[in-house]
């Protein structure tokens, strides 16, 4: 009987297309609670799979402090997370955030109790 041989996965083998690593971002971002490392993490393997010399050049930062500030082992600071995002091609963008109370509720009337605020 043969033996299988496993190896670790990793994501950025995976990420191919700019559409492929923006959707991975977002779910990273919704499934971290908050966590910046987590989000930094995912940061760092999109810019494996894009090629993390040329997203430190694009970023403006030496190859060597992207790699720590992506590890998911701190938190980058957020002038740092722009860079890359910039240099990934990726945008940023912001959205209500539905509270607990607004679950359920249908989204016309969402906007018509946000609007009388």
Same mark, same amino acid.
């Given at each position: 009987?043969?033996?299988?041989?496993?190896?670790?996965?990793?994501?950025?083998?995976?990420? #191919?297309?700019?559409?492929?690593?923006?959707?991975?971002?977002?779910?990273?971002?919704?499934?971290?609670?908050?966590?910046?490392?987590?989000?930094?993490?995912?940061?760092?393997?999109?810019?494996?799979?894009?090629?993390?010399?040329?997203?430190? #050049?694009?970023?403006?930062?030496?190859?060597?402090? $992207?790699?720590?500030? $992506?590890?998911?082992?701190?938190?980058?600071?957020?002038?740092?997370?722009?860079?890359?995002?910039?240099?990934?091609?990726?945008?940023? #963008?912001?959205?209500?955030?539905?509270?607990?109370?607004?679950?359920?509720?249908?989204?016309? #009337?969402?906007?018509?109790?946000?609007?009388?605020?």
């Amino acid at each position: 009987m043969s033996k299988t041989k496993t190896t670790k996965y990793d994501v950025s083998e995976h990420l #191919r297309t700019p559409e492929e690593m923006a959707a991975y971002l977002e779910a990273c971002i919704e499934e971290a609670n908050g966590d910046a490392a987590f989000i930094a993490k995912a940061l760092g393997d999109i810019a494996r799979a894009k090629g993390m010399s040329q997203v430190a #050049r694009d970023a403006g930062l030496s190859r060597e402090s $992207l790699y720590k500030a $992506l590890s998911g082992e701190r938190s980058p600071g957020f002038d740092t997370v722009l860079k890359v995002i910039g240099a990934l091609g990726i945008g940023l #963008r912001a959205e209500v955030a539905h509270t607990k109370a607004q679950q359920g509720v249908p989204p016309d #009337r969402r906007k018509k109790a946000l609007a009388s605020r």
